[in-house]
């Protein structure tokens, strides 16, 4: 069975940094493109950030540009958003997400992942 776990998420401040995680099982991780998405209430999920299976190619949202990393750990299974710079317009439900031998042009659709997981919640405050 697939799981996707999310973890890292709370209440900040603006300006604060934190990192989220998102640990795999149930599937051969670097066989997968991986994607972050938020979705803040009475919107669409949006791509925030992906990275390819290598993580030699990673894509940003111009939202997030300069200030979220994103970062995967094959060995561990493992990927990671470090958002710093942290804005009220970045409160949301984060969700990862893994795209089956996806590449750099699908990893912006989330049509095109397979399993996601079930989000963390970030919230900054003013």
């Known amino acids: 069975q697939v799981h996707l776990v999310e973890s890292g998420g709370g209440p900040v401040e603006t300006g604060d940094s934190l990192t989220l995680s998102c640990v795999v099982s149930g599937l051969t991780f670097d066989r997968y493109t991986m994607g972050w998405f938020r979705q803040i209430p009475g919107q669409e999920r949006a791509v925030v950030a992906s990275?390819?299976?290598?993580?030699?190619?990673?894509y940003y949202d111009d939202s997030v540009k300069g200030r979220f990393a994103i970062s995967r750990d094959n060995a561990k299974s493992t990927v990671y958003l470090r958002m710093n710079s942290l804005k009220p317009e970045d409160t949301a439900v984060y969700y990862c997400?893994?795209?089956?031998?996806?590449?750099?042009?699908?990893?912006?659709?989330?049509?095109?992942?397979?399993?996601w997981g079930q989000g963390t919640q970030v919230t900054v405050s003013p």
């Open positions: 990275i390819t299976r290598s993580g030699d190619g990673t």
């Open positions: 997400a893994a795209q089956f031998l996806g590449t750099m042009s699908t990893s912006r659709d989330s049509d095109r992942y397979d399993q």
